[in-house]
């Protein structure tokens, strides 16, 4: 088994072993993960935060030990916390790294770092103001930062920056923690997840107070909750039907 770390500010990961192919997720600076299959200019990879398995560009990541893996799988995330820091190479040359880029692999590429950081669990309510740091980021799918973040890249962020763990896809984070009957149950922070006509959940966002909700629809955004669904305030209409809500903390 391979294992490698990403050197690179915010890499793609994509469906297929081509440029060309689907942007399922990023690789932030720092995250690490185990190669499943490597060809001549592509490899498959897990992630070792989520589980998340797709593509990577052989030249933007750097192969580690397994002894190294095993440390940063050991070890406190430590994350940056700043919109925007820098990382500075062996040689002195200043590279940017994004909000939640993963720190712990500082020593391993020979990096230094002197920025603001965040480690450990923080309370609930945090939640709402790490959120509020993504506030009119774009929409992209398969984005995981405030340049461009897709609905679960954003709740998984806010989590992660938070120190709780979510996966990556909406159905896969609707699978996590508890389900609420009532919306008046629900907390700053628990989740509220959408489905389509079929049934399939394709939307989360992060429940406010007084019925409002947070989430990537365009930009990441702030509009009104119901029992229905997401009351957009600007097109005044439902945008999302509401299937659950989850308490994961």
Known sequence: MQYGICNLSIVPLRLEPS??????????????????????????????????????????????????????????????????????????????????????????????????????TKPKQHLIETA?????????????????????????????????KLLRDASQQATQGSALSFIEESEPGDLAFFDNDEGRIVHVGIIMEDNYIIHAHGKVRIDRLDHSGIYNVDKRFHTHKLRVIKKII
């Open 19 to 120: 440029d060309t192919s689907e942007l399922v997720t990023q690789v932030l600076y720092g995250e690490f993960f185990k190669v499943l299959e490597q060809r001549k200019s592509w490899s498959k990879v897990r992630l070792a935060y989520d589980k998340y398995e797709a593509w990577i560009d052989n030249k933007q990541y750097l192969e580690i030990s397994h002894q190294n893996y095993n440390s940063l799988k050991n070890s406190i995330l430590k994350l940056s916390s700043d919109l925007l820091e820098f990382i500075q190479d062996e040689s002195g040359k200043l590279h940017t790294i994004p909000l939640g880029s993963t720190l712990n692999g500082l020593e391993i590429l020979n990096h230094e770092h002197e920025g603001n950081f965040t480690v450990g």
């Open 132 to 164: 509020f740091n993504y506030l009119n980021a774009p929409y992209s799918w398969g984005g995981k930062t405030p340049f461009g973040i897709d609905c679960s890249g954003f709740t998984q962020m806010v989590y992660k920056l938070n120190g709780y």
